[in-house]
């Protein structure tokens, strides 16, 4: 018997397992009569994470040390159950005292705070007075905030002159596109619909920001203390961030792909730079890949950025770089330290750049020396995101050789923290305290496993419920991540422990293909994906059998993005899971190198050809392949917004799934882009819906009925 449900996420939708520990204490009712019976008391708080925890959590990012290195401006996102969003506002913490207090908060979204050279103004972005976001100028000693743009388009990338007189960014400039065709006039007071959407470029849409305004970004300089802003780049092309400027304040450094076929580029970029006098461009490089972050050495001499050479691999390291200011002298600082290196920032003494880097699922910060020594100076950084433990991490270097960095643990997210000296992580703030202070979570334990296919060594951790104790078995999650050239490791995730105050044990594993383990292991599912990375998935699922907690009869398997491609994939090529929540999947290669939003990237660097012309490739890799042999109860999930991975996508396993009779839902989530949990509420209901799928087959696994012999 075909069954169908369709879990509803505009509402906070609680599943039984997590109801008695999500639900709030009642509130007051009216006094008891002799007809009543006494109110049942209100439940105790929860002792473990729950979904109402997701709006009382808070994170640091863009941590930004003073230039003497006494404080730190950071941004401080918290949730607002009442208007189910993150707010971010700017605050700022005394490194000696570790006191902190805010610096812009109130009604709109304040962000990107950056200190003036003399440590005086911090210039930050922020949609205080409504409308665009404008570039506002704080005097610290004062206290007092200037807006000194009124501009059509958000600002991005704001960098300071060294002498503190100007401020440069990045502004997307509108620009109107060939129209075919005319639109009859319309007669004064009638309503007609809406104007015809017309498209002549090649990427055309973003994820996170649907169809894209026709125009172009441009960089642009303006006063620090307000004044007409002025235009500095010019033509049909993206000039982006960072940017940087010269020791003389007379030039600004950026990265842009200027070629005549930049549209149909898989995001090349050389590093430009242009006179803020006569705006004139300076090509600097001229290499046949990505290079980008431009970062001028103290003495104005030198030049570092980050890039690599295009192998024609769909994922390769980025290297650091160092030239002199006019291009020449070119080389590579990293080319024997096999990780990738990004967010270059030069030592205040000019004999060394800073920049970060991931080590087998761990961020951390190094410093690469002139002569090409790499030291590591600070670990344990993590990221913003909070929903699954991806590794990431933000750090500024103050004059002093000062760190500030966001830091945290698989149980916390990410703090404010400062090195200094060379000593270890000294914690500076401490955001969720009052609320995990007063809860248990789970235990997070590392486990190795070594892959069926070839024997390599796979990491992963297992997330424990609250409590356990070595005599349990739990059921398991085995929850894959995306990329698929990305790492999980020892960080905060709000899923696994949603899933693990609900009794489960949550596998997250870093299979053949993540980063932080260098190039080789990276190239291992280059045009392969997926593929033996099912192997090792499957090894590090009975690694974590094998150390006892988990019980070997009650599986269950999820995944987002590329994650989603690997769940739809397990559960067709094997039935040990009782149930799946594929989570915004890749089904049809084929759909999805034409309609996802980096088209010039997905067929080239994926197959190696179009899909016109080698269509079984391309039809070997997807997962639409081997519907016919799922027997799994599949939940599918994607957000209505999704440009990365299409909504068509989710809605061709959903619907396989559905003419074949195999148990299936399909969720939609409204408004959602390709990141699933910008919305608290819908994360709670995400999580919640996977929770009560999962029920439904803990206990008793659904099996397919048989089917009448042929006649």
């Known amino acids: 018997m075909r069954t169908t449900f369709l879990l509803g996420v505009a509402a906070l ?102 200190w003036s050279p003399d440590g005086t103004r911090l210039a930050y972005i922020s949609t205080a007075e409504g409308g665009t976001a404008q570039l506002y100028v704080r005097w610290v000693g004062s206290g007092e905030s200037v807006r000194i743009t009124g501009l059509p388009s958000t600002p991005s990338s704001i960098a300071w002159s060294p002498d503190g007189r100007q401020l440069g960014y990045v502004m997307l400039v509108p620009s109107e596109t060939p129209k075919l065709g005319k639109t009859p006039a319309r007669p004064e007071g009638a309503q007609w619909a809406e104007p015809l959407q017309q498209i002549n470029t090649v990427t055309y849409r973003a994820d996170g920001q649907g169809l894209l305004r026709p125009g172009f970004r441009h960089i642009f300089v303006v006063p620090a203390e307000g004044g007409a802003p002025r235009q500095l780049t010019i033509g049909d092309f993206h000039h982006d961030g960072p940017i940087d400027w010269s020791l003389d304040n007379r030039t600004v450094y950026f990265s842009a792909d200027r070629a005549p076929d930049w549209q149909q580029s898989p995001g090349y970029g050389d590093i430009y730079s242009v006179d803020v006098a006569t705006t004139a461009i300076r090509q600097l490089t001229k290499f046949k890949g990505p290079e980008g972050s431009p970062s001028a050495s103290p003495d104005g001499n030198r030049i570092a950025y980050v890039g690599f050479e295009d192998r024609g691999y769909a994922y390769t390291q980025s290297q650091l770089f160092v030239m002199d200011r006019d291009g020449s002298n070119r080389r590579s600082l990293t080319a024997g330290f096999d990780r990738e290196v990004s967010y270059p920032v030069w030592g205040a003494d000019g004999r060394s750049v800073y920049v970060i880097f991931d080590e087998r699922g761990v961020t951390k910060v190094a410093r690469v020396g002139l002569d090409g020594n790499v030291r590591t100076v600070a670990e344990g950084l993590s990221g913003s995101g909070i929903d699954r433990p991806y590794s990431g991490g933000e750090f500024s270097l103050a004059k002093d050789g000062t760190l500030a960095i966001t830091a945290g643990t698989a149980t916390r997210p990410a703090d404010v923290a400062v090195v200094r000296g060379g000593g270890g992580v000294r914690m500076l703030t401490r955001l969720n305290a009052d609320l995990f202070d007063h809860k248990r979570l789970g235990e997070v334990r590392r486990i190795e496993a070594r892959s069926s296919h070839d024997q390599r060594p796979i990491d992963a951790w297992l997330t424990l419920p609250p409590g356990h104790s070595e005599a349990q078995r739990h059921p398991l999650i085995l929850e894959i991540h995306g990329g698929p050239w990305a790492a999980y490791g020892p960080h905060f995730a709000s899923d696994n ?215």
């Open 497 to 711: 422990q949603l899933y693990a105050a609900a009794g489960y044990a949550v596998l997250s594993v870093n299979p053949r293909g993540s980063t932080s383990y260098g190039q080789e292991f990276a190239d291992l599912i280059h045009r392969a994906y997926p593929g033996n990375d099912y192997d090792d998935l499957m090894s590090a699922v009975d690694a974590a059998i094998a150390a006892g907690p988990v019980d070997p009869n009650q599986l269950f398997v999820t995944g987002g993005s590329g994650g989603g491609v690997l769940s739809s994939w397990i559960i067709g090529k094997t039935n040990r899971f009782r149930a799946a929540a594929v989570q915004k999947p890749v089904i049809n290669m084929t759909s999805q190198v034409l309609t996802a939003d980096a088209v010039p990237y997905f067929a080239r660097y994926w197959f190696g050809a179009m899909p016109w012309e080698d269509q079984a490739a391309y039809w070997r890799r997807s997962p639409l392949s081997l519907v016919g042999n799922v027997k799994t109860p599949a939940l599918v999930i994607v957000g209505t917004e999704d440009q990365r991975t299409p909504p068509s996508e989710a809605e061709q396993l959903y619907t396989a799934l559905q003419l074949r009779g195999i148990p299936t839902a399909l969720i939609r989530i409204p408004g959602a882009p390709h990141d699933l949990v910008g919305r608290p509420s819908q994360n709670a209901a995400r999580v919640s819906a996977i929770l009560d799928w999962f029920a439904r087959y803990r206990n008793s696994p659904w099996q397919a009925p048989a089917r009448p012999a042929a006649n």
């Open 13 to 114: 939708a609680i599943s039984p397992a997590l109801a008695q520990q999500a639900e709030p204490p009642a509130s007051p009712t009216a006094p008891i009569t002799t007809e009543q019976q006494p109110a049942a008391p209100a439940p105790a708080p929860s002792r473990t994470f729950d979904p109402y925890d997701l709006f009382g959590l808070e994170v640091a990012s863009d941590p930004q040390i003073s230039p003497d290195g006494r404080r730190i401006a950071y941004v401080r996102r918290s949730g607002d159950i009442m208007t189910d969003r993150m707010r971010p506002s700017i605050w700022v913490v005394d490194v000696a005292s570790g006191e902190q207090a805010p610096l812009v908060a109130g009604p709109g979204s304040h962000s990107a705070p950056r």
